[in-house]
Nanobody, 123 residues
Framework: QIHLVESGGGLVQTGGSLTLSCEAS????????IAWFRQTPGKEREFVAC?????????YYTDSAKGRFTVSRDNAENTAYLQMNSLEPEDTADYYC???????????????WGQGTQVTVSA
């Protein structure tokens, strides 16, 4: 099993950018699909983007992230990234990375979760 730790959250103005990192330890990182989810108080955790296991050439995004966010991975560094551009107040949430063998957009299917990092976008 891998262990995931997120970093990179913070406060940014509307239109700004942030890059979140998800560093893995304890396993073969390249074998795991890494996804990013986000959650706001009172709402369900929602899928944002994922990069499939292997080289990282296959990625998926939710509609709101397409064109603004880029998910990637560096297997040599055991780290996945979520680069977020053109941020909007609606992107304010706790962001989590998660790992799965395979692919899913459903949070309950994921075995491994990081502790989360907070992103706040001011208007």
């Amino acid at each position: 099993q891998i262990h995931l730790v997120e970093s990179g959250g913070g406060l940014v103005q509307t239109g700004g950018s942030l890059t979140l990192s998800c560093e893995a330890s304890g396993g073969r990182f390249s074998a795991w699909t890494i996804a990013w989810f986000r959650q706001t108080p009172g709402k369900e955790r929602e899928f944002v983007a994922c990069v499939l296991s292997g080289s990282g050439s296959t990625t998926y995004y939710t509609d709101s992230a397409k064109g603004r966010f880029t998910v990637s991975r560096d297997n040599a560094e055991n780290t996945a990234y979520l680069q977020m551009n053109s941020l909007e107040p609606e992107d304010t949430a706790d962001y989590y990375c998660a790992g799965i063998r395979g692919y899913s957009r459903t949070p309950s299917k994921y075995d491994i979760w990081g502790q989360g990092t907070q992103v706040t976008v001011s208007a």
